[in-house]
């Protein structure tokens, strides 16, 4: 579902901008901007999940923790630097960034998740 969200948008991102503002500058930065916020759109399934389950499993810390890292720790930082030394392509690159850099961490959380779910489930089958 979120390829076909994501392909629709890109497919779309000139039309849908189009939608609140006819000026072609505006519908040019605009159609780069949504295809730029949409390109990593699929991979947050896995970061949702693992943000859930480390809620679930009893690790509720890590999963706020993987929750707001996204946007206050990777985001904010590269919108606020990337510009400054990449221009509008800075602007462009600031939400993919952060999106893979939140993916690998979503990626490499999955062993301590694993093993963490395991020693919670071996405590509740011990009660």
Known sequence: ????VEAVYILLAKPLILLFNSNPVI??????????QM?????????YMMTITY??????????????????????????????LLGVGGIYAS???ADILTVLVCVLSI??????????????ENR
């Open 1 to 4: 579902m979120t390829v076909l």
């Open 27 to 36: 519908v040019d930065y605009g159609r780069w901007l949504l295809t730029s």
């Open 39 to 47: 390109a990593l759109y699929p991979a947050f399934g896995l970061c």
């Open 55 to 84: 809620q679930t499993i009893g690790e509720a810390r890590y999963g706020l923790f993987l929750s707001v890292i996204r946007q206050g720790l990777f985001y904010v930082p590269f919108i606020l630097f990337l510009p400054k």
């Open 95 to 97: 939400q993919p960034a």
């Open 111 to 124: 062993p301590a998740m694993k093993r963490c779910a395991s020693k919670n489930m071996r405590l509740s």
